[in-house]
């Protein structure tokens, strides 16, 4: 089982930065991938980014590529996204997700993921 947290969200104008953070709990965080995502009022939770075991794959929405950078720390059991140039359109509560030891799903799939956080609300104003 593993239990995860994000933290960092808050309200910035429009260009501005945030880092969100997700700790993760348990003995198995360098063998798994993790993955955030992000759901708007009204709208169905949608990929942001994704990050392998090894962080040697990356992948990004195409809505944020160039501006959010996903990353992690396996010391720390921590995986982190850095959100630059954020728009008003990046407003939602996003989300930290975990895959399973030896889950070959793919990152970008909602449905390959087996553990989920509480989420952070993001809002960027204009």
């Known amino acids: 089982q593993v239990q995860l947290v994000e933290s960092g969200g808050g309200l910035v104008q429009a260009g501005g930065s945030l880092r969100l953070s997700c700790a993760a709990s348990g003995r198995t965080f360098s063998s798994i991938a993790m993955g955030w995502f992000r759901q708007a009022p009204g709208k169905e939770r949608e990929f942001v980014a994704g990050l392998s075991a090894s962080s040697r794959t990356t992948y990004y929405a195409d809505s944020v590529k160039g501006r959010f950078t996903i990353s992690r720390d396996n010391g720390k059991n921590t995986v982190y996204l850095q959100m630059n140039s954020l728009k008003p359109e990046d407003t939602a509560v996003y989300y930290c997700?975990?895959?399973?030891?030896?889950?070959?799903?793919?990152?970008?799939?909602?449905?390959?993921?087996?553990?989920w956080g509480q989420g952070t609300q993001v809002t960027v104003s204009s």
């Open positions: 997700g975990a895959k399973r030891v030896g889950n070959s799903r793919p990152l970008t799939k909602l449905s390959s993921y087996d553990y």
